[in-house]
């Protein structure tokens, strides 16, 4: 398989940004610029999306996790704080069983232990469905709304937008059967890494009961609810993630 694109900047030790679906390196925008003073940050782009976007895409968080773990041995870093976002959220919990004593500090953002999610604002197969039937862009632009409180209205959007213009049908039908068939709920009480949970209370892709569950069986987790986002806090109230990421990673 090619080398996925790994987007790397700031000094000090090393942070692991993991996107999540239909993401790219450059959803982390204002946490590179901003963590950057304090951190080397690694950004990878998995494969098939973002600046990955024509590397052949995988079916599996297993194996997404493992081309992470490998990219990032490949860089000479053998020990990372670590963060994910959504289905990079369920990345980094595999990548952590994988590999636990190559990561410090876990961040557990927008996710949960389930790759099927129970509660999402639709189920796995029906958005399979509207992909199949409605094509990419569509079925992109669709659900990339629910991730912002203000919808395609948000500030951000774009970057949204902008991550999805290149990837292809398959690589997104890859990545939702990937979550499909993931579940990581009964290795929570393994995970021994600090952990943050951070959850915006509006998410219509993890309801609650997602991020409860994995800061009840996470034994070293706490969470953090940030009012007034949805699913893309990082990019709704930008300054206020930032703050919480940074108290977290430096306390």
């Known amino acids: 398989m090619q080398e996925i694109y790994i987007d790397r900047s700031g000094s000090g030790f090393p942070l692991v940004l993991v996107h999540g679906f239909l993401g790219s390196s ?3 925008r204002y946490q590179k610029d901003f963590l950057k003073k304090n951190f080397t940050i690694i950004a990878p782009a998995l494969p098939g999306f ?3 976007s024509k590397i052949n895409s995988v079916s599996s968080i297993e194996e997404m996790a493992s081309i992470i773990i490998n990219s990032i041995k490949k860089l000479g870093i053998d020990k990372f704080h670590l963060m ?7 990345i980094v919990q595999e990548m952590v069983k994988q590999s636990p004593l190559s990561i410090h500090k876990l961040i557990c953002y927008g996710t949960g232990p389930i790759g099927d999610i129970p ?10 469905k509207r992909l199949a039937d409605d094509g990419l862009k569509a079925t992109a632009y669709r659900i990339a709304k629910t991730w912002f409180v203000k919808e395609d209205r948000a500030k951000n959007f774009f970057l949204c937008k902008e991550a999805y213009e290149n990837v292809i049908k398959k690589s997104a039908d890859d990545a939702l059967v990937a979550m499909k068939n993931w579940s990581g709920i009964n290795n929570l009480k393994n995970i021994k890494n600090e952990t943050l949970i951070i959850w915006g209370e509006f998410d219509k892709a993890y309801n609650y009961k997602q991020v409860e569950t994995l800061n009840e069986n996470i034994p070293e987790s706490r969470l953090q609810i940030i009012k007034g986002c949805s699913h893309n806090v ?6 206020e993630f930032n703050s ?3 108290d977290f990673l430096k306390d």
């Open 26 to 28: 450059d959803m982390w």
């Open 50 to 52: 973002g600046e990955s």
């Open 84 to 90: 994910g976002h959504s289905m990079g959220g369920m």
């Open 119 to 128: 509660g999402r604002f639709e189920s796995i197969d029906v958005s399979r």
């Open 234 to 239: 990082h990019l709704e109230k930008e300054d």
């Open 244 to 246: 919480y990421i940074l």
